[in-house]
């Protein structure tokens, strides 16, 4: 239960940090994906029902404050946690390189995901040069990222944890 | 089958989730969802700690401008450091006044300009995909706010409102690869579809290859899209190539408005014309 309250606390933190602060950054109209990350996260550290739950309320919330279309994000979002918790079942995953890879390889996943349903649902014009030319920027900033919000996401997880065991 | 059940639970809650998702895709793709009680819930979540955060994302944006830098200031002395920092707090201060009353007077003077029933709101939050063009705005349904009313600022048009909360609305920017704003070019009337484009740009589309357009035309609203009024400023055309064939031809267009340098709009209804917006 605190961990499901810690992880939709953080989640929160990470779309209005997506929609507000991150913009700062000089990186044209490309905008670190710090949700993708933490879905990233839960396929790998947490992998559980409400795990898959939240990576679709994580997807479909960016749907709500940013996407014409409900439901894009959240397939995209979903289907990263289901490629992560596939993968993590036959990978050793646990060390910082392979969670860059990890990450890098899902943004790329989330990419395609949302290419593909842009071109099938709402046929926008430039889509597939869009996709070549952001797709591994965006990929490669959510790369870098993932270390140290891995790290901070442990740490975090580790401090409810001791403090639940310190109450009991 | 419980055994089953409970040995893939995570992959099949996984599963699940996909479905739902492309059930959501479709019917929100045929305009079905008419009421969405988790969307609004997440705005009612996220509205007032993007408030902050974008107060927040708009002091470093000005603290980023000012023209008096930290550097400059360390090889002063402690008393004139202090005396500065407070007077360089008490200009800005009161330059954003100025700038914000400003930008206030104009707003209210386009007010009175535009058809009546127009709310004046403040954008809170900024895009969260690099995919989507959108903003979202301090005022929904308990104002008045409708989906497809026109957002405009005195510069020009910003774009369309596409859903509502009580306390909110989504607004799909014009440079967006969804939006699409039937336009005139002031000069020639020749007509076209202002669109979006998925990397940034601005692009008219369906313009005749025989209309004569030069750069620097400017671009108003036909009215005739039923979403903004008639004649405010969309942009200027920033570059025309003529296509060896084609019935068309290609517009590069820069918009009049650039919303990330927005703070305040206008959201109104597109049943009226409206005067030229100021160039």
Known sequence: MKLTLLFSAIG????????????????????????????????LHHPSVGAALGSFVLGYSIDVVSSPLLGINAFAMSLVFLAV????????????????VIVLAASLVKSAALVLISALFVSMDGVWETAIKYVLLEALLAAAL???????????????????NAHE | MLAFLRRNQILLS???????????LAASARG??????VGSAVLWLVRPLQSGAQAVSNWIKEMSQSPVTLANLRSENDKLRKQMLHLEAERNRLLEGEAANKRLQELLDFRSQVPSGSVTAAIIANTASTWFQSCLLNKGSADNVRKGMAVVSPQGIVGQVVSVTPQSAKVLLITDAN??????????????????????????????RSDELQEGDRLITSGLDGVFPKGLLVGTIGKVRRQQAGL??????????????LEEVLIVGGDAPAPAAKG
């Open chain 2, 14 to 24: 996984s599963c699940f989730c996909l479905i739902l998702s492309l059930y959501l």
């Open chain 1, 85 to 100: 918790y596939l993968s993590a079942r036959s990978i050793w995953v646990h060390s910082p390189l392979v969670s860059v």
């Open chain 2, 179 to 208: 939006s699409g704003v039937d336009v005139l070019v002031q000069r020639t009337r020749s007509r076209g579809i202002v669109s979006g484009a998925l990397d940034g740009t601005v692009v008219m589309k369906y313009v005749k």
């Open chain 2, 248 to 261: 068309f031809q290609s517009i590069e267009v820069v918009p009049a408005v650039h919303a990330g340098q």
């Open chain 2, 32 to 37: 079905q969802l008419k009421y969405d009680p």
């Open chain 1, 146 to 164: 993932a270390p140290i919000v891995f790290m901070l996401l442990q740490r975090s997880r580790n401090l409810v944890q001791q403090l639940s």
């Open chain 1, 12 to 43: 929160i933190i990470s779309i209005v940090l997506q929609m507000s602060l991150l913009h700062l950054l000089p990186l044209g109209p490309v905008v670190p994906d710090l949700i993708l990350v933490l879905c990233v996260y839960l396929g």
